[in-house]
């Protein structure tokens, strides 16, 4: 059974994600698979510079995100162009892990996939897990966490799809609000929930 685990910035993800390695689950991780995508060697990273040109890479031959970004922003169709080389490289790799675990004999890997409902990668999961937050404490854990202006955490937040109208999609919800021990319990108990399926 594969599970995805979703949220928003700052919701508690990672806690979340960290705690259920703890409990013998594997967790692939989309944000890393999404920067190994486009190492040295990767056919998405000679993709990306077929199409944007060689100034894309630094003098080592690794990308050069800043120039990337640089091209890429506020410009939709250039957007569209990486993503369109992007995406399909970390769905591949995403299910590539996957299907590795179960043939070890996991019975249930997580995909931790922020963007699981802005990408619309529901096909790719048996669950939806939503870490949610009220948006007082995710503005509260975000400043505290990155450092941030108030300004600059509200418009990070607003930038993304509100995490309630996230929650009518999902299959367990757990409330990241309380404690961390809290959430713990939630996770362990939707976790013995999916034992058996
Ligand atoms: N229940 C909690 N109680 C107190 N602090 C928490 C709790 N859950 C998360 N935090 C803190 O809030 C911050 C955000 O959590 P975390 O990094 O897990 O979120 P995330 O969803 O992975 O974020 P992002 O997608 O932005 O990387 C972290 O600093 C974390 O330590």
Redesign the pocket.
Known sequence: MRIGLT????????????YLEKQGIPVVDA?KLARQVVEPGEPALAQIVATFGEHVLQDDGTLDRKQLGAIIFGDEQKRKQLNEIVHPAVRQSMKKQADLYEQRGYTRVVLDI?LLYESNLFHMVNQVWL?Y?DEA?QLR??I???GLTETEAKQRIAAQMPLTAKKAQADVLID????????YRQVYDALAKTAHE
């Open positions: 949220g928003g910035i700052a919701s508690g993800k990672s806690l979340v994600a960290t944000d922020p870490v937050v404490t854990r975000l505290e966490r990155d990241n609000n309380g404690t961390k021990e809290n959430t």
